[in-house]
T-cell receptor, first 112, second 114 residues
Framework: GEDVEQSLFLSVREGDSSVINCTYT??????LYWYKQEPGAGLQLLTY?????DMKQDQRLTVLLNKKDKHLSLRIADTQTGDSAIYFC????????????FGQGTELSVKP | KAGVTQTPRYLIKTRGQQVTLSCSPI?????VSWYQQTPGQGLQFLFE???????NKGNFPGRFSGRQFSNSRSEMNVSTLELGDSALYLC?????????????FGPGTRLTVL
């Protein structure tokens, strides 16, 4: 079945690294995405990883994928107060075109 | 390049009414997907349109419908509104060429049903 799970809250200090975790169940997932949502706004695409990759780095963002455990993580280095938002992981499923399955979102709070 | 635009941004309706939301995709994008976001259910897929045809559908009642025009703009309609339809409705556009497409989201339409 299709299910994506995330922890709901994460609190870090400014300058620390943040790690947001996600697990998914569908083994036919092809692409996995991280989106950011700020209050009152839509979803901003942060990064994505193809399911045959283990890691992807993009400036302060590092995505790690463990296909065996169906575990995805997003690491934000040098977290800033502007990173405070809700972060969603999402999977796209083979043969389902534009359909994304989202996790519940992790609310990241960055304290100065 | 302009992003995905949605109109209106905010809408207040009463139970039993119907509503139409509009989404203009990024220029050159042919796929438009719609999602409903609520605090209780999170983000749920409604449907996807590509080249004026519904290509994929989520598990929503028939009161939720949509269409796409030849310029790729899409509208979503909800008839006989219920209190539980209060939500943020997001649309996303992509090239529509396959599963590798990246979806870009608009700011959403906040619908309140009284």
């Amino acid at each position: 079945g299709e299910d994506v799970e995330q922890s709901l809250f994460l609190s870090v200090r400014e300058g620390d690294s943040s790690v947001i975790n996600c697990t998914y169940t569908d083994s036919s997932s092809t692409y996995l995405y991280w989106y950011k949502q700020e209050p009152g706004a839509g979803l901003q695409l942060l990064t994505y990883i193809f399911s045959n990759m283990d890691m992807k780095q993009d400036q302060r963002l590092t995505v790690l994928l463990n296909k065996k455990d169906k575990h995805l993580s997003l690491r934000i280095a040098d977290t800033q107060t502007g990173d405070s938002a809700i972060y969603f992981c999402a999977e796209s499923i083979d043969n389902q075109g534009g359909k994304l399955i989202f996790g519940q979102g992790t609310e990241l709070s960055v304290k100065p | 390049k302009a992003g995905v635009t949605q109109t209106p941004r905010y809408l207040i309706k009463t139970r039993g009414q119907q509503v139409t939301l509009s989404c203009s995709p990024i220029s050159g994008h042919r796929s438009v997907s719609w999602y409903q976001q609520t605090p209780g259910q999170g983000l749920q897929f409604l449907f996807e349109y590509f080249s004026e045809t519904q290509r994929n559908k989520g598990n929503f009642p028939g009161r939720f419908s949509g269409r796409q025009f030849s310029n790729s703009r899409s509208e979503m309609n909800v008839s006989t509104l219920e209190l539980g339809d209060s939500a943020l409705y997001l649309c996303a556009s992509s090239l529509g060429t396959g599963i590798t497409d990246t979806q870009y989201f608009g700011p959403g339409t906040r619908l309140t049903v009284l």
